[in-house]
């Protein structure tokens, strides 16, 4: 019965032990952020499954990041992992997807983390109000109440005002 019981405590050493063999091997290289893939973002130290799949989920919902540091708007996402990786993260800003202003409906502007359902609908509806303006820069967009300008500044490089 001894030996019985020691022979599946040894088998079950041996398959955590060959689960861990087959973990990502954690790296030293530079990551690309708006285009790594969860299995580029494991090989991270500190990022397994679950923040891997939360950043690249997170990174859909904004339209690609334009700082490392947004990575720190995921949920609950540990400074302290951001300050060991901080130094391999890099940026591609030209892959950051653009909302174009002058058309996005409310649900457009709303699906995006940084704009509330209150400032899209002040965004379409001064569109509507004044059908010959444009927002031809952020300048023009100061003028909404709903939108404050640390928040324009906040969404900029997400808009386009083609």
Known sequence: SFNEASSANNSRTFRRSNKTSRRAKKTDETVEINSADTTTFKK?????????????NYREKLGGFYNTNQILEVYKFPKETYDKIKNQLVVDT??????????????????????????A???????ELQPQMRYNSLYDMIVDEDLKEADILK???????E
């Open 94 to 119: 030209t892959q950051i997807r653009k909302i174009l202003i002058n058309t996005a409906s409310v649900k457009e502007l709303k699906s995006h983390p940084y704009i509330s359902y209150y400032q």
């Open 44 to 56: 991270l130290r500190g990022i397994g499954s679950g923040y891997a799949r939360m950043i690249v």
């Open 121 to 127: 609908l002040s965004i379409v509806e001064n569109r």
């Open 155 to 161: 969404i900029a490089p997400y808009l386009s005002f």
